[in-house]
């Protein structure tokens, strides 16, 4: 069984704050790293999928990097609002098909 | 596009006593997903079909877990007999492929008493 790490358990900021947070993954037999956001009583959503090492991806204040060499990938929210409270997931794919989840980010954005 | 459904979304039952969960993946999605989300961890892939055919199943304690994909669309998820440590979101989820990305259902929460 695959170890992906995330980084901190949890995160408290204030409104307008910048964050980030870290995954942690093998650095072999890599196929894709995902990221999900996990609202409560919501099912958790797609934000991105990463296949090539140095992507970078941005949707509105989020963002992501990804470094397979040493495998790791970072997510960014700059400007953080109440709504981007969640549980933020990584996924690392290993060999097309196996499916690893991170046990996830729990980010709580005050007003 | 209707999204994937699942249900029950809740459920209650007491230790030993059988459970059933169903799931209608997004359809075309041949490769389709059960997930047992323990508070405070991330979700453990329980089962993957492609199609009706099992890809991967070794986490799924066959004892008491079974599942199946019959025509290789809807999903049942069954565990006989349930045992406290079961209590957990039963998330199923749907992708084009293997490796695409998921769409989750909104899971079923058990509660094993």
């Keep these: 069984i695959l170890n992906v790490e995330q980084s901190p358990q949890s995160l408290h900021v204030q409104e307008g704050d910048s964050t980030n947070f870290t995954c942690s993954f093998p650095s072999s037999n890599f196929y894709a790293l995902h990221w999900y956001r996990w609202e409560t009583a919501k099912s958790p959503e797609a934000l991105f999928v990463m296949t090539l090492n140095g992507d970078e991806k941005k949707k509105g204040r989020i963002s992501a990097t990804l470094n397979t060499k040493e495998g790791y990938s970072y997510l960014y929210i700059k400007g953080s609002q109440p709504e981007d409270s969640a549980t933020y997931l990584c996924a690392f794919i290993e060999n097309f098909n196996k499916f690893y989840f991170g046990s996830g980010t729990k980010l709580n954005v005050k007003p | ?113």
């Excluded at chain 2, 059933?20 to 989300?37: D, E, K, M, R, V």
């Excluded at chain 2, 991330?42 to 199943?57: E, M, S, T």
Aim: proline share 5%; charged share 20%.
């Design chain 2, 1 to 113: 596009e209707a999204g994937v459904a699942q249900s029950p979304r809740y459920k209650i039952i007491e230790k030993r006593q059988s459970v059933a969960f169903w799931c209608n993946p997004i359809s075309g999605h041949a490769t389709l997903y059960w997930y047992q989300q323990i508070l405070g961890q991330g979700p453990k892939l329980l089962i993957q079909f492609q199609n009706n055919g099992v890809v991967d199943d070794s986490q799924l304690p066959k004892d008491r877990f079974s599942a199946e994909r019959l025509k290789g669309v809807d999903s049942t998820l069954k565990i006989q007999p349930a045992k406290l440590e079961d209590s957990a979101v039963y998330l199923c989820a749907s992708s084009l492929m293997g490796g695409d990305t998921q769409y989750f259902g909104p899971g079923t929460r058990l509660t094993v008493l």
